[in-house]
């Protein structure tokens, strides 16, 4: 079975600046899904950024970006210039047939 | 825009008891999923379906059962309720992989906060 590994259950950054959260995953699939959800106190499950695993590029989505690594399992993501906005629960997430999440990392901003 | 629809918000329940929550999208989505959230955890998979008549078991399965009679509905039945079962339950709904707008996103409902006393 797919599992998702978040090893940082919790992650600080000074508002501006930058932070890279991690993720690994395995799998024996060669095309697959990868996703960063953000989660607020609200509990609103919203997409970060999403990597398609047949694409070498590394996808953008403004200020986020990902290192995706397929030979390592490997799919981290990058917060650049953070703000007070981004304070929040991460999740990685595999998807092939279903979803499957990590654990997550709570992301602090400190203004 | 109504998406992902749960219902109830909220509930409580005693031991022993049982429940059903709701859950219904409009996008014409083919699967459907249910997941179970604990304080401070990540999203963990009951049941999914990937199309009317069709279930399939996730990683938690036990305690639940569900049905999919139509490509609209997925109700997550809970059979004698138990304290671990406290838990924020989320419905999702997508496109089949390869196919339909957004590649593989998953579209959530508000989710369903249930407390079993």
């Known amino acids: 079975a797919q599992t998702v590994t978040q090893s940082q259950p919790e992650m600080s950054v000074q508002e501006a600046e930058t932070v890279t959260l991690s993720c690994t995953y395995d799998?024996?699939?060669?095309?697959?899904?990868l996703f960063w959800y953000k989660q607020p106190p609200s509990r609103q499950m919203i997409l970060v950024i999403r990597q398609e695993a047949y694409k070498q590029q590394n996808a953008t989505e403004n200020r986020f970006s990902v290192n995706f690594q397929k030979a390592a399992k490997s799919f981290s993501l990058k917060i650049s210039d953070s703000q007070l906005g981004d304070a929040a629960m991460y999740f990685c997430a595999y998807r092939r047939l279903d979803m499957r999440f990590g654990a997550g990392t709570r992301l602090t901003v400190k203004p | 825009n109504a998406g992902v629809t749960q219902t109830p918000k909220f509930r409580i329940l005693k031991i022993g008891q049982s429940m059903t929550l709701q859950c219904a999208q409009d996008m014409n989505h083919n699967y459907m999923y249910w997941y179970r959230q604990d304080p401070g955890m990540g999203l963990k998979l009951i049941y999914y379906?990937?199309?009317?008549?069709?279930?399939d078991k996730g990683e938690v399965p036990n305690g639940y059962n569900v049905s999919r009679s139509t490509t609209e509905d997925f109700p997550l039945r809970l059979e004698l309720a138990a304290p671990s079962q406290t838990s924020v339950y989320f419905c999702?709904?997508?496109?089949?992989?390869?196919?339909?707008?957004?590649?593989?996103?998953?579209?959530f409902g508000e989710g369903s906060r249930l407390t079993v006393l």
């Open positions: 999702a709904s997508s496109y089949p992989l390869g196919s339909g707008g957004a590649p593989g996103e998953l579209f």
């Open positions: 799998t024996s699939e060669s095309d697959y899904y």
């Open positions: 379906s990937v199309g009317a008549g069709i279930t």
